[in-house]
């Protein structure tokens, strides 16, 4: 039982790449979600979903895209990378709004 | 919106004694909180939730609680271990059938002495 995958685990960018990070499920959750984690700043969401087809903004949105195609998989994009994207990345995902949220292990991204 | 905060950024204890965590929120209504561990490296597991129903929930060694009056919730931790050592995030959310996202805190960083 895989729970929340994310890949890849680390990653090295220069300003104005671009890259995809992937999340997958394997609980058959409707909701998912993307987060950002800086020091001191606590879990920040940036985007998430509600069901498959469907993507709403986060509190963080700007420089990032997403998209949920398949149930299972949540892709968040950065189209030109900045320094100020250099974070530890969260995906997540649950049943509902108020149920408890399962976490990959973070993707570890740093934009030269 | 909803902020939620926490009263402190680092907590220290000795092994055996108990912890206590604390969180406040700023919505009256939110009505659904949850406590997650997360340890270095790792991300975030749940410990335990509470609906606004409530005002105490019991796990295996954690008790949180619940004060709507003051919109504050408090992490108990009994007998508090090494393995306990992590940072602890609170969130809070609604339940009303809408896509109300839980909101995180900063996090309170646990150090459990041996």
């Known amino acids: 039982n895989a729970g929340v995958t994310q890949t890849p685990k680390f990653r090295v960018l220069k300003t104005g790449q671009s890259m995809t990070l992937l999340c997958a499920q394997d609980m058959n959750h409707e909701y998912m979600y993307w987060y950002r984690q800086d020091p001191g700043m606590g879990l920040r969401l940036i985007h998430y979903s509600v069901g498959e087809g469907t993507t709403a903004k986060g509190e963080v949105p700007d420089g990032y895209n997403v998209s949920r195609l398949k149930k299972q998989n949540f892709l968040l994009g950065l189209e030109s990378a900045a320094p100020s994207q250099t974070s530890v990345y969260f995906c997540?995902?649950?049943?509902?709004?108020?149920?408890?949220?399962?976490f990959g292990d973070g993707t570890r991204l740093s934009i030269l | 919106g909803e902020s939620v905060g926490l009263h402190l950024p680092t907590l220290s204890v000795q092994e055996g004694d108990n912890s206590i965590i604390n969180c406040a929120y700023s919505n009256s209504a939110s009505d659904y909180f949850i406590w997650y561990k997360q340890e270095s490296g790792k991300g975030p597991q749940f410990i335990i939730d509470?609906?606004?129903?409530?005002d105490k929930r019991q796990g295996q060694r954690v008790t949180v609680l619940l004060n709507k009056t003051v919109k504050h919730l408090s992490l108990q931790i009994a007998a508090t271990q090494p393995g306990d050592s992590a940072v602890y995030f609170c969130a809070a959310g609604g339940a009303s059938g809408g896509s109300y996202i839980p909101t995180f805190g900063r996090g309170t960083s646990l150090i459990v002495h041996p």
């Open positions: 509470i609906r606004s129903n409530m």
């Open positions: 997540a995902s649950s049943w509902t709004s108020n149920q408890p949220q399962h």
